[in-house]
Structure formats: C-alpha cells, structure tokens
C-alpha cells in the first residue's frame, strides 16, 4: 500500500506546487536554483522504480477478498502497541512466533476507525471539519465493503486504490491518538490530521475538494497554522515529521 500511495501524493504535491509556480517550475535558474525542477524529473521515477503502481494495486486487489471476511480472527491484534512511536518495534522470533500462511480477513485499523462504532466521530467531536472528511471516508468504506459482497471484478484496480486511501487515512488517526500524549504541542493539537484526513477524503471520492472543506485548496486557517510549524522544521534542521528527527549532517 505504502508503494503505491506515497508516490501517487508525492506526484500530486509536485504537480499542484508546479501550478504555483505557472510559467517558473520551469525555469532552471532560479526558484532554489533550479530545484524544483530536479524534483519534477525526479518524482516521476516514484512510480515505477522496483515495481510500478500498477503492479502492486494488482497485488492488493488479489487480497481483497480476505477484507470481507473479518470476524474470523482467531486472536486480537493490539493496534494502539503496533502504532506506538515510543515502543520499539518487536522482533520476529521463527521459534515462538506463528507464521499464517494465508490472510485471517479483516482490517483492524479500518474497521475500528470507519466501521459501525462512532469511536473517531466522537473523538474528533470538537472539529468540525474533521468529522466531515472522517463522515465522508465511513461512507467510502461502506461503499467498499458493498462493492467486495457482491462480488466485484477481481481485476477492478479502483477498489484497490479505494482501500490505500482508508487504511491511510485510519493509520493517520490511530498514530495521533496513540501518541498525542508525547507529541509536541503543535502534533498533539490534530491539525495536521484534518489537513490528512481531508485531502485523503478528497481523492477518495472525487477530484476537487469540496466548499465544506475549506475548499480553497490551501486548508484555510489549519493551513496556515501547519504551515509555520513546518517552516519552523525546516529552519532547525528537522525532518518534516511528527517526532523531532534531525536531518543528516
């Protein structure tokens, strides 16, 4: 999922900054020195380098029919230990650890997060832009889940970039509510998960944002605000993330 969705958002970020920039993306001097344009030549390779994007949604779409048969787990998997940023990630052990050999079904993340409960509804009750985009992203969901009952074309590639963009967008939420405890100020506050959530919900179902969502294309105010925190990354040498990492010397 990871390879095919990262390039895809990569893509579109440098398409819409090439927009921004109109005639200059393509200047070579100037505009950092010609960077952008580097950048353009270089993200197209995102897609295709150690297998293209339609290979790995082909992949995705051959399991999708495990999806519809969740319940049949046989044991829970903790989703708030596999998302914690404070815990190491714990190693496989061949002579303890059980290996599946096929898919139990289901999608813990998903389910929890667009499934029947109103869990992140509730959670996120106090914004109201997030509860539309996650309001948006339940009916997606369901949508997927009817598509799969009825027995969809197995080869139909749609549903597959349907189910990246959902467990995207339950990853977003699960991280944020495992760890705002210990994020920054400026992580914790959830911005930046609208911001996510919105976007995600705009390229699941349809190709411009909608007015409900601050539709100016900038985020508005969250905008703004996840703008400067950002910025203020960049000035001190930090990745762009949501724990403090310092960019290599």
């Not at 895809?8 to 398409?15: A, H, I, L, T, Y």
């Not at 963009?165 to 939420?173: D, F, G, T």
């Amino acid at each position: 999922m990871t390879k095919y969705l990262v390039p895809n958002m990569c893509e579109r970020v440098v398409r819409d900054a090439s927009v921004v920039l109109s005639a200059r993306s393509y200047l070579r001097e100037g505009i950092g020195d010609g960077i952008f344009q580097k950048i353009a030549r270089d993200i197209a390779i995102t897609s295709i380098f150690e297998g293209t994007q339609l290979l790995q949604l082909s992949l995705i779409t051959s399991q999708l029919t495990h999806l519809a048969r969740a319940g049949r787990r046989d044991e829970t998997v903790d989703v708030g230990l596999l998302s914690d940023l404070a815990t190491p990630a714990r190693s496989w052990n061949p002579s303890t650890t059980r290996v599946r050999v096929a898919d139990p079904g289901g999608d813990e993340l998903v389910e929890r997060w667009f499934g029947q409960s109103a869990f992140a509804l509730d959670l996120l009750a106090s914004e109201p832009r997030a509860v539309a985009a996650v309001q948006s992203l339940r009916r997606e969901a369901k949508a997927l889940q009817l598509a799969l009952a009825t027995n969809a074309l197995p080869g139909d590639l749609s549903l597959a970039r349907q189910y990246c963009i959902l467990h995207a967008a339950a990853s977003c939420l699960q991280i944020w509510h495992t760890n705002r405890g210990r994020l920054s100020p400026e992580s914790a506050g959830g911005e930046w998960l609208t911001l996510c959530l919105e976007r995600l919900a705009t390229m699941a179902c349809c190709e411009s944002p909608s007015p409900s969502w601050g539709g100016d294309g900038m985020g508005g105010d969250l905008g703004n605000r996840v703008f400067t925190w950002m910025l203020g990354q960049l000035e001190r040498g930090e990745l762009f993330s949501l724990m403090p990492l310092e960019l290599a010397q």
